[in-house]
C-alpha cells in the first residue's frame, strides 16, 4: 500500500508560480513511475505531466510544455511540479499518481487526495 500526500497548492496571480510537492510512504518509491494529473471544475481528470523511476524520463502534456517542471527524489520519497507563468486554465484540483507494473500485464496505482490551485486573472 502506497499513501501519497500532495502540498503546496493555493491561490495566486496569472504569471505566478508554485511548487507543488507529493510526499510518498513507499518503502519502494524507486520503483513507482510518478505523474502528476488535474482536473477543473466539470471538467475531466487530465494527464499534467510523468517521470520515470530515475527521473531520466519526462513527459508533459502540450499545454504545460515549457511552463511545468517535473522532478523527483528518491531518497526522500518526494515528487515535485514546478509550476511557472501560471495561467487561469491552470486552475485546478492536482493529483499525484504513482503507477509501478508488477506483472506484464498488470498494474498496481495510487492516487493522493488531491491539492487545489487558483489562478486568478
Known amino acids: 500500500q502506497v499513501q501519497l500526500a500532495e502540498s503546496g497548492g493555493g491561490l495566486v496571480q496569472t504569471g505566478d508560480s508554485l511548487r507543488l510537492s507529493c510526499a510518498a510512504s513507499a518503502r519502494s518509491f524507486s520503483s513507482y513511475a510518478m505523474s502528476w494529473f488535474r482536473q477543473a471544475p466539470g471538467k475531466e481528470r487530465d494527464f499534467v505531466a510523468a517521470?520515470?523511476?530515475?527521473?531520466?524520463?519526462?513527459h508533459y502534456a502540450d499545454s504545460v510544455k515549457g511552463r511545468f517542471t517535473i522532478s523527483r527524489d528518491n531518497a526522500k520519497n518526494m515528487a515535485y511540479l514546478q509550476m511557472n507563468s501560471l495561467k487561469p486554465e491552470d486552475t485546478a484540483v492536482y493529483y499525484c499518481?504513482?503507477?509501478?507494473?508488477?506483472?506484464?500485464?498488470?498494474?498496481?496505482?495510487?492516487w493522493g487526495q488531491g491539492t487545489q490551485v487558483t489562478v486568478s486573472s
Open positions: 517521470i520515470s523511476v530515475s527521473g531520466s524520463n519526462t
Open positions: 499518481y504513482a503507477d509501478v507494473w508488477v506483472t506484464t500485464f498488470a498494474k498496481r496505482d495510487y
